[in-house]
């Protein structure tokens, strides 16, 4: 199957534009301050610039609702022996979808505006994310195989205001 150009004409675009002025790049793929952001994929979030970082400075991994799933534990593991993270910040935030929505709302939502059964899935939602965030947290901090030292916090981004809320934990 051939890549589908007509699907992504833009974004092809603006990386021959990109090009033209990129110098090259030296950075490295370690966490050159040492950050790693679990955060949502939320569009609204840019979570290098809210913590006043650029490219390089931190590993972002990014799921639903910012939930510590198995493969984010898995990158987790070699993000703190292999990519220079000694410090992991939780970071879910405010107005998010996995904490509007029951598990049971998104499947029959999907179900009824698609056809679709997601059942099989697990989407994680969250009544309560306060709760979710210190359960994700402690899960980390208590995950055997992470490095030894790493330090982990949590914190809630504000989507209206821009503020981190931090949680004590």
Do not use: W
């Amino acid at each position: 199957m051939s890549f589908p150009q007509d699907a992504f004409a833009d974004l092809m675009a603006a990386n021959k534009e990109f090009v033209k002025d990129f110098e090259g790049s030296a950075l490295t793929g370690t966490a050159t301050k040492g950050l790693a952001i679990v955060t949502c994929m939320d569009s609204r979030i840019s979570p290098l610039t809210l913590v006043g970082m650029e490219a390089g400075d931190a590993k972002i991994l990014r799921n639903a609702g910012a939930r510590v799933t198995e493969d984010v534990l898995r990158t987790l593991v070699l993000a703190t022996y292999l990519l220079g993270v000694n410090r992991i910040l939780v970071m879910p935030h405010t107005n998010c979808r996995m904490a509007m929505n029951e598990e049971a709302d998104i499947h029959e939502t999907i179900m009824k505006q698609h056809g679709v059964d997601t059942r099989s899935l697990e989407f994680r939602t969250v009544s309560d994310q306060r709760k979710a965030l210190t359960t994700d947290v402690t899960r980390i901090r208590s995950y055997p195989l992470l490095r030894d030292g790493v330090v982990v916090g949590g914190a809630i981004y504000h989507v209206e205001t821009g503020v981190l809320e931090p949680l004590d934990i």
